[in-house]
């Protein structure tokens, strides 16, 4: 696959397979991560790498308990508000089963942080693509960094004290007839462009 079909082709996997990854690939993905480029080539970002079952079911448990806990207001972002309203239900699982959670987290007080964990992870979307492995970018860790409950368990999985999750990807074999992500891409009607000549 080249760079612009792995680009054009790659769209969020959000329905996932239990079979689990094979180390060499998941290996591969976050080594894409790992080259991405960071500010300074500070090479901050904190890959914390998920495949257990029980681990990753305790945190969708944590993060749904958390998420159950809040108001909706208004003004809430979108996808916030969704994963607001499936934790009140009580059915909601944030990495949508995936077998694999690959976290990024970074230093809370460094100012590239958030650029720098996006950069790795599109790096392994489109590494995940390449390999024929659905992925998803997950926000709801991001959206919960402050959230005692939720340092706390990040915290245990070997996140630093001075550190904080600024994204994540949901990882796996999709949940499709051949197993393969869907790879249709989608029109673009956003994003406007305006050349300056």
């Given at each position: ?12 996997t ?33 890959f ?5 079952k ?10 749904k ?12 972002y ?42 790795a ?7 995940a ?14 959206w919960?960094?402050e ?13 630093k ?37």
């Amino acid at each position: 696959m080249n760079t612009k079909d792995a680009i054009i082709t790659r769209c969020s996997t959000r329905k996932f397979r239990p079979d689990p990854v094979p180390a060499e690939l998941v290996k591969e993905v976050v080594e894409a991560g790992r080259f991405a480029p960071s500010g300074g080539n500070s090479q901050s970002t904190h890959f914390i790498v998920i495949k257990n079952k029980e681990i990753l079911d305790r945190l969708a448990e944590s993060v749904k308990e958390e998420f159950s806990k809040m108001e909706l207001t208004p003004g809430l972002y979108k996808s916030l508000v969704n994963s607001i309203r499936a934790s009140k239900t009580g059915n909601y699982i944030f990495h949508y089963n995936a077998p694999v959670l690959i976290v990024t987290a970074n230093q809370k007080d460094y100012g590239n942080n958030i650029a720098d964990c996006s950069c790795a992870l599109m790096n392994m979307m489109l590494m995940a693509n390449e390999l024929d492995l659905g992925s998803c970018w997950i926000n709801q860790l991001k959206w919960l960094n402050e959230d005692p409950v939720l340092l706390q368990r990040m915290k245990e999985l070997g996140m630093k004290e001075e550190e904080r999750v600024y994204g994540a990807l949901a990882l796996g074999y999709a949940d499709t007839e051949d197993g393969l992500p869907v790879r249709k891409a989608l029109p673009r009607t956003g994003y406007p462009v305006d050349a300056v000549e």
